[in-house]
């Protein structure tokens, strides 16, 4: 993996795990914790067990045309997304309720026809000020009485 594509994906998945952490905030009421879509555990969000983990599987095959959409990436546990192979059934489960079938279906298209080749050092400054604007934006949020 090249060092643009590693820190590009560093960046989209630290900005996953804030982005995830703020919709639990009304559960958890704590922007350090995050809950696993797929077996509901509670973790730290910035730790190695907080996972971003892919739906449809960079493995699959295609051209990995949604390596970094986010409708494909969400929190999941350490062992869901390795021990469980990413704990299909329970993902596809989430997907259905959070976007619906239409999305999943395309999401498996757009994984075999798209590719980001010669675009991750741009990928990863646009995670890197997404997640800034929103760690900026919660700290806000949270300083308001």
């Known amino acids: 993996m090249s060092k643009n594509k590693k820190r590009a994906w560093r960046w989209c998945a630290k900005y996953i795990k804030l982005r995830d952490a703020v919709e639990d905030l009304p559960t958890t009421k704590d922007v350090s914790l995050v809950i696993c879509r797929t ?3 509670w973790m730290k969000t910035n730790t190695k ?10 493995g699959l ?3 990995s045309g949604i390596y970094y959409d986010e409708r ?4 999941t546990c350490y062992q869901c997304n390795c021990f469980r192979q990413g704990n299909a059934e329970a993902y596809r489960e989430y997907m259905l309720k959070k976007y619906g079938q239409e999305v999943i279906d395309e999401l498996k298209l757009k994984h075999r026809i798209n590719s980001y080749k010669g675009q991750h050092w741009a990928i990863g400054e646009m995670y890197k000020q997404m997640y800034k604007d929103l760690l900026k934006n919660v700290f806000v949020a949270l300083s308001k009485p």
């Not at 494909?72 to 929190?75: G, L, V, Y």
């Open 61 to 63: 095959g295609g051209s």
């Open 39 to 41: 077996c509901e555990k």
């Open 49 to 58: 067990e907080a996972q971003a983990s892919h739906f449809v599987s960079r």
């Open 72 to 75: 494909n990436i969400h929190i």
